[in-house]
Structure formats: structure tokens, C-alpha cells
């Protein structure tokens, strides 16, 4: 792909005092079905520059001023290194939008941790193929299946300010713990079927919060994702997962994305690379468009 003369990110990093602060942890050593997922900042990154500075429905991005820090260091194995990028995560102001590239979906266990520091009573969009809400899956309790059961623990996040949305492939363990901890589970199913009720009930769940979203793309059916660690059936369009988290959060304050699971050395033309780089140039596009509408009020506080 020839991106001669094209600046990463739609040539919007520069600037003191930053909109927007992006990371990368590239570590997939969670992954247990197939590697690859340590390859996705780096890719992302370099296919950013293709993306130009302008929203879907053409709202300009210019004059969101992006900084990127780079990768962050997990280590080889998330149990022992979680504290290292959670720390420097956590010291990003809360006035900037945090957006994270994983790795595989352990890497939102630093990424959720230091995003509840950064906000106090936050609440999660999980918006993926599978819950990984298990306790112990494949061998290990540091394993993908285990990603937000670990992300809780290490966040302190109450389980019942979680929602889970365009789940598809579940443990009996999983829905358990989704019932016992009264979590908002809203299948992909119940996403197709009739996507502006689904995202009415979970912008109603977290109406008036802060809200991190963590985006596994294997929310995304394969046809629009293939490249990702563990492929799902039946999943979003790229289109839905656009229009859901649009109505999902509206009502609300998005405070973080992460985006995972993105397998670079299974992908085909580096669509599912491009598929993570629409979400994160629409979600800033959604974030922009929000502080915009609150400019007033803000001002009218002072
Ligand atoms: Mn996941």
C-alpha cells in the first residue's frame, strides 16, 4: 500500500494538551487458539495514515489534537506485567480521551484498571463475540476466556456496571456469573433483530455515566473481520457495530475505547484492520461531536 506523504492517525498528531492520547500494548500472550494479535499496533498505526481526518457523515476531525505514546510494555505474560502499562495509562488526565490497540483481549485488564482510576465509578461497554467472564478457560486463569473476569478483579469495576453486547458464544460458567451479577447481556441476536431497541436498552442501563468501551472485532461476523484470534459466526456487520454504538452511548459520557483481537497475519487486505480504524475514527468522531454540544453548558458554569 503506497502511503507516500500521508502522516499517521489522518495527520492529527500534534500539540500540547491532547484530546485525544492513544497506546498500544502489543501482547498477545493470553491467546490460545492463534496468535497474532501483538502485530496489530503496529499495524494499525501504519495503516492510520490512510484514514482521512473526517467522519462518515462528514464532520471534520481537524483541530483534535492526538498524541500517541506508543507501545507499552506487558511483558511476556499479563499476570505478572498488567501494573506496568496500567500505571502509565493511569497517568493520562482525564480530560483526554484514551484509546487503546491491543493485543489480545488481556490486554484490557491494564487498559480497564487504569481507565476506573482515571474515572471513579466508571462503567464498561463490552462489545464482543464472547463474555470472557470464565474463571479458568484453556489451561489457565490469565487466558482470553478470562479477559474481563480479570479485568474486573484487577479494576475493582462492579460486575453489574458491565454490559455485554453482541455475544454469541458463551460457557455455562459465563452466563452464571452474567445472572448472578444482574450484568446487561444483549445478544447479537437481539442486535439484529432490532438494533435501535437494543441499543435503547443499553443506553437506558447507562444513561449519565462514564463509560469506557472495550471492542473485541470479533464482535464483527468474519466476513468483515477475519483476521482475529478466534472467528465467530454470526456476528455484527461493520454497519451495526457502527449504528450500536452510536444509539448505545449516546445518553452518555465515553470516556476510553480499546480495540483487540486484531491478527494482523490472518487478515485479508487488511480489511479488519481498516474495519478497527472506521470505529476509532467514528468514535472520536462521536466524542468530538458530544464536548462540542457541551460546550455551552460548560461555559455557563464559569
Ligand atoms: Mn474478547
Excluded at 38 to 61: C, D, K, N, Y
Excluded at 67 to 79: C, R, S, V
Excluded at 260 to 284: C, M, Q
Aim: aromatic letters at 6%; one cysteine or more.
Amino acid at each position: 500500500m503506497n502511503l507516500d506523504g500521508l502522516r499517521p492517525w489522518g495527520g492529527l498528531v500534534g500539540g500540547s494538551a491532547p484530546d485525544v492520547v492513544i497506546a498500544g500494548i502489543a501482547y498477545d500472550g493470553s491467546a490460545v487458539y492463534r496468535k497474532g494479535a501483538a502485530l496489530a499496533p503496529q499495524r494499525i498505526r501504519q495503516l492510520s495514515a490512510a484514514m482521512p481526518p473526517v467522519t462518515e457523515e462528514g464532520h471534520l476531525l481537524t483541530g483534535l489534537r492526538v498524541q500517541d505514546l506508543g507501545d507499552l510494555d506487558a511483558g511476556a505474560d499479563i499476570e505478572a506485567g498488567w501494573m506496568g502499562p496500567m500505571q502509565r495509562l493511569a497517568e493520562v488526565p482525564p480530560e483526554a480521551f484514551l484509546t487503546v490497540l491491543g493485543g489480545d483481549h488481556c490486554t484490557a485488564i491494564s487498559t480497564l484498571a487504569a481507565e476506573v482510576r482515571r474515572h471513579p465509578g466508571l462503567y464498561v461497554l463490552w462489545v464482543d463475540a464472547h463474555p470472557d467472564l470464565c474463571d479458568f478457560s484453556r489451561g489457565g486463569h490469565w487466558t482470553c476466556g478470562c479477559a474481563l473476569r480479570r479485568a474486573l478483579d484487577a479494576s475493582g469495576i462492579e460486575p453489574s456496571r458491565v454490559v455485554i453486547a453482541g455475544g454469541r458464544d458463551y460457557d455455562p460458567e459465563e452466563l452464571e456469573f452474567i445472572a448472578a451479577n444482574r450484568m446487561l447481556l444483549v445478544s447479537a441476536a437481539e442486535i439484529a433483530r432490532d438494533l435501535p431497541a437494543a441499543a435503547r436498552k443499553i443506553a437506558e442501563r447507562l444513561e449519565g455515566q462514564k463509560v469506557h468501551v472495550s471492542f473485541d472485532i470479533d464482535v464483527l461476523d468474519p466476513a468483515f473481520a477475519p483476521g482475529t484470534e478466534i472467528p465467530s459466526s454470526g456476528g455484527l456487520s461493520s454497519r451495526q457495530a457502527l449504528e450500536l454504538l452510536r444509539g448505545a452511548t449516546e445518553r452518555a459520557q465515553v470516556v476510553g475505547f480499546d480495540i483487540v483481537e486484531v491478527s494482523p497475519p490472518f487478515d485479508n487486505g487488511d480489511i479488519t484492520t481498516f474495519a478497527a480504524l472506521k470505529l476509532i475514527f467514528e468514535v472520536w468522531g462521536m466524542v468530538k461531536s458530544a464536548r462540542a454540544a457541551h460546550l455551552p453548558e460548560l461555559r455557563g458554569k464559569r
